[in-house]
């Protein structure tokens, strides 16, 4: 992916929610963009199509939560599944991540920046969506 190919978007899925960040247009950064609470399925893809359009995105990162041993287990096959709808209506590629322990890196980033409990609840899921999105960048930045 080169430079004036649009924007890679980062997604968390979850059950009840999925965070989103989106990366700058010159795919350097990532940035936080909000927690979407989940609808129905269409709703969801319909959101996510509406995002996809609105920041110019070509690829979509989507988090993939494999057991530790590397193993797929009912989440990962939840998001893949999700990550087939999401192809079957977003004119993107959809890239599955290893999201291995991001959540949990997400939670230390947001203890070390002093974000409370409660705050912490509504924002852990788009800040996992952005470390996965730098994760991403950062392996597919030209040198």
């Known amino acids: ?9 980062g997604l968390d899925v979850g059950r009840k929610t999925i965070g989103v960040a989106v990366s700058d247009p010159l795919m350097l950064t990532a940035q936080g963009v909000e927690v979407w609470r989940r609808r129905s399925i269409d709703e969801d893809l319909e959101y996510l199509a509406r995002l996809a359009r609105e920041y110019d995105v070509r690829v979509i990162v989507m988090g993939l939560p494999l057991r530790t041993d590397g193993a797929l287990g009912p989440e990962a096959e939840y998001v893949r ?8 209506r977003i004119a993107a590629d959809v890239v599955l991540w ?3 322990f991001t959540t949990k890196e997400a939670e230390r980033v947001l203890i070390g920046a002093g974000v409370s409990r409660k705050k912490r609840k509504g924002v852990v899921d ?9 994760g991403y960048l950062a392996r597919h930045r030209p040198s």
Do not use: K, S
């Open 1 to 9: 992916m080169h430079e004036g190919e649009g924007r890679v978007m």
């Open 81 to 88: 599944e999700f990550a087939q709808r999401v192809r079957q």
């Open 98 to 100: 290893d999201e291995r």
């Open 126 to 134: 788009m800040t996992a969506a952005t470390l996965i999105l730098d």
